[in-house]
């Protein structure tokens, strides 16, 4: 797919990010595109076009395209308006990061400088592993999950779909974090977390529990 020229979903300062990232990477960056506010749109973004997702179906055949977004949520409306135009999806690895060759790494992923993916470590589609964040062997992170700066997923750890862990966040060896959970900045955590949990500190406690049914 290097052939073919990039789009990142999103326009905000982490898409510009993941530009770098994937012209590092290698691929040729075409612009951005914006979902939420069409006046950002026919305006330079760090030097590059900013599209209007309408426009994704007249460009989906000569571009391949990346998610700029690191909420997962936002990931996930993006993708899904550019899946449904056709859009493909690119996997950015930069040339910094360590991916070892028994990890399997989803479509759309985005590994950062640094990142390291160890030894039968799976990732979904659409995961970032940003600046500095690991996960250790035997572990798997569910689609749409954002690994942020320094964030540390221990070995044979399960993290579900659509989880946010924050910076220089730890989870313990042998975990599960279930879909939609969110793990603070600098929380270290010791026990289990259920879906669409919000947890934080040290050792990490929940703070937010959201409604269901």
Not at 53 to 66: M, S, Y
Request: proline share 4%.
């Amino acid at each position: 797919m290097r052939g073919r020229s990039m789009l990142v979903l999103g326009a905000g300062g982490f898409a510009v990010e993941v530009a770098d990232l994937a012209a590092d990477a290698g691929f040729e960056v075409a612009g951005f595109v914006e979902g939420l506010d069409r006046e950002r749109c026919g305006k330079d973004l760090d030097g590059l076009p900013v599209h209007w997702i309408g426009d994704l179906p007249e460009l989906a055949a000569r571009h391949v395209a990346v998610c700029g977004v690191g909420a997962p949520d936002g990931k996930r409306r993006l993708v899904a308006a550019a899946s449904k135009c056709g859009l493909p999806f690119a996997t950015v690895v930069h040339p910094a990061a360590h991916v070892s060759r028994r990890a399997e790494i989803g479509r759309g992923a985005v590994l950062s400088p640094a990142a390291v993916v160890a030894a039968r470590a799976v990732l979904g589609r659409h995961v970032l592993v940003n600046r500095g964040a690991m996960v250790g062997h035997h572990s798997s992170i569910g689609a749409f999950t954002s690994l942020m700066t320094g964030a540390n997923i221990a070995g044979s750890t399960e993290v579900g779909e659509s989880v946010y862990v924050g910076m220089g966040a730890l989870v313990l060896n042998g975990l599960s974090v279930g879909r939609d959970a969110t793990i603070a900045a600098g929380a270290v955590v010791t026990r289990d977390v259920e879906p669409k949990v919000q947890v934080r500190g040290l050792p990490a406690r929940p703070v937010l529990r959201e409604a269901t049914g």
